[in-house]
């Protein structure tokens, strides 16, 4: 009945989540993007509403209907004014969003959009090589204009932000998770409850203890409360070994950038460092010790969850709120009501090697955020749709965000401007979630209104009702974050169509390809001997030019904003 149950539930989620999940590590409807900072917390609803995008009240506009294009074929589309959140924006603004997205190769869609001259009338996309290229076709519409008559970017997007945005001097960007103050928290060593019973409750304050703790697992538990194999260490799956190369590269002290790392001041491919080695070599002995499981890098992120929510993973280095999302620790307790996933403590990145935890990387946060939206010039009206998009900059509208608009779960604010819910959000269902719309309208969000709001909404309810992804986000991560924007728009100083771009392309093809290959091996000989053959094929087809462009532009950087990573080092 249980297992029934399990997979009835799974299903279920899972339908769900094919319409509110994002991608990956930077989740837009995960809360897992969203910062505070002292300044913010200081504003006031009031406040907020006096300065909110209402040119004139809704009566006295004409209904307008524009489209929206999220430039990924990943995205989960949702009609607008179905759920309580955008319906209330649609009756605000008098306004309906047509939303659209790719089926498939999202950049040669994009790619045909601009040369039929059939572009939407805006677009959420990276910041990156496709978006200066609108700007410099003159598709974009300069927001300073749209900016003057409503301040709402203005006030809640810092200038040095906006600054950094700017593509030849002019702002096209609304940015989604800006931010002030490094909060929140995503990827995280977590345990099972029942399989860590089980191995006697040890203690996990250490990268050898991750590793004893693994090791008994595979010896004393193999076989879970239903019988059912365990997996003593999985990671997420993102269809490369990164989760794995940047878990073990953090408890070893190192910070990963993508594929590259900081080195003797320069800026380079993360296999050159020596302590990047030495982490893959932990891990290709985990492996040939049978503690990473064989499926590790041909299972599917649902094929995880599966395995999560079946209780089944003792150890996983893990995004934890993604339950937000894919609920793995919800049906886990809804199935099995004795077992949990928590968060590994006192600290979720344990150090390795006798370092401190003061000497190991949490998350690190940049001011920039994630991704931007932007209009286009096919748009007939730019000042309503920069009003809407503008509009979920405010407090006010993060509100609406996270909790729906007033009436619905909530009906009054109390004194610090927060919302008084009338059920926590910890005992809603997921549809009325959905009938909401709750948490899936960030497009764009801000950062810094979001944590502010959830944390402290969060807080004031009883322990029992709180939620665990921003209880453990407030109370375990944020302490711990680092703020840094040093590694801004680097990737961006390559031309990916020029001689150095397409090197870099096959280089980095080339890791993806053979680091799995380097922790899979039989032998440390044979590890050793992959893990040199990437850097012998970097070498020789012209890695050196990229890594040489790479550090110019972090210098550049450095000379703006510093290099907390590096003083941090010293």
Request: glycine share 6%; net charge negative.
């Amino acid at each position: 009945m249980k297992k029934t149950r399990l997979l009835s539930l799974l299903l279920a989620v899972l339908m769900i989540a094919s319409i509110l999940a994002s991608c990956g590590t930077a989740a837009p409807a995960a809360s897992s993007e969203p910062a505070a900072s002292s300044a913010a917390a200081e504003s006031s609803v009031a406040a907020e509403s006096s300065a909110a995008a209402e040119p004139s009240a809704a009566a006295e506009l004409e209904p307008y209907t524009f489209t929206h294009y999220f430039n990924y074929d990943w995205w989960g589309l949702k009609p607008w004014g179905v759920d309580a959140t955008s319906k209330y924006w649609q009756e605000k603004f008098n306004i309906t969003v047509d939303f659209q997205k790719p089926d498939s190769d999202a950049a040669a869609k994009l790619n045909v959009m601009i040369s039929a001259g059939d572009l939407p009338d805006s677009i959420m996309m990276d910041r990156g090589v496709d978006n200066a290229k609108l700007a410099e076709l003159g598709l974009l519409v300069d927001l300073a204009p749209l900016m003057e008559k409503n301040p709402n970017l203005k006030d809640n997007v810092a200038e040095n932000t906006r600054e950094q945005l700017k593509l030849g001097g002019k702002l096209y960007a609304i940015p989604n998770w800006s931010r002030i103050g490094p909060t929140g928290g995503n990827d995280s060593w977590i345990y099972n409850g029942r399989l860590y019973a089980a191995a006697g409750s040890p203690a996990l304050n250490t990268f050898e203890d991750l590793y004893a703790y693994a090791t008994k697992i595979k010896k004393d538990v193999p076989k879970n409360n239903e019988g059912l194999t365990t997996y003593p260490v999985m990671f997420a799956s993102d269809g490369t070994a990164h989760p794995v190369a940047r878990s073990f590269f953090r408890s070893f002290g190192g910070v990963l950038d993508g594929w590259y790392s900081l080195q003797n001041g320069a800026y380079k491919l993360a296999v050159r460092d020596a302590t990047f080695k030495a982490a893959t070599m932990e891990a290709n002995k985990w492996w040939r010790e049978g503690l990473l499981s064989e499926t590790q890098f041909t299972d599917t992120g649902d094929q995880i969850v599966e395995k999560l929510v079946a209780g089944r993973i003792a150890l996983a280095y893990y995004d934890f709120s993604q339950n937000e999302n894919n609920k793995f620790r919800t049906i886990l307790k809804e199935t099995f009501p004795d077992d949990t996933y928590e968060v590994v403590s006192p600290y979720p990145y344990p150090p390795a090697n006798g370092l401190t935890k003061d000497q190991i990387f949490a998350d690190i946060k940049t001011s920039i955020g994630w991704n931007v939206t932007c209009i286009t010039t096919s748009a007939k009206d730019p000042q309503r749709i920069y009003d809407l998009w503008s509009y979920l900059l405010t407090q006010e509208a993060c509100i609406e965000q996270m909790y729906g608009p007033k009436g619905n779960n909530w009906d009054t604010l109390d004194d610090k401007g927060l919302p008084v819910l009338k059920k926590a959000e910890s005992e809603l269902t997921s549809e009325e979630i959905d009938a909401l719309g709750a948490w899936f309208w960030m497009i764009p969000g801000q950062s810094d209104h979001v944590d502010m709001t959830k944390f402290a909404v969060n807080a004031a309810q009883p322990a029992e009702k709180q939620n665990w992804v921003i209880t453990n986000q407030a109370n375990v991560f944020t302490p711990i974050m680092f703020m840094d924007d040093e590694f801004i728009g680097i990737a961006d100083s390559v031309d990916p169509k020029s001689d150095t771009g397409i090197a870099r392309a096959l280089v980095e093809d080339f890791v993806k390809a053979e680091y799995p290959k380097v922790i899979m091996a039989k032998t440390a000989e044979e590890a050793e001997a992959l893990y040199q053959g990437i850097i012998d094929f970097a070498d020789k087809n012209g890695m050196e030019a990229v890594e040489t462009a790479y550090t110019e532009k972090w210098k550049a950087n450095v000379a703006v904003v510093g290099s907390p990573i590096t003083d941090r080092m010293k």
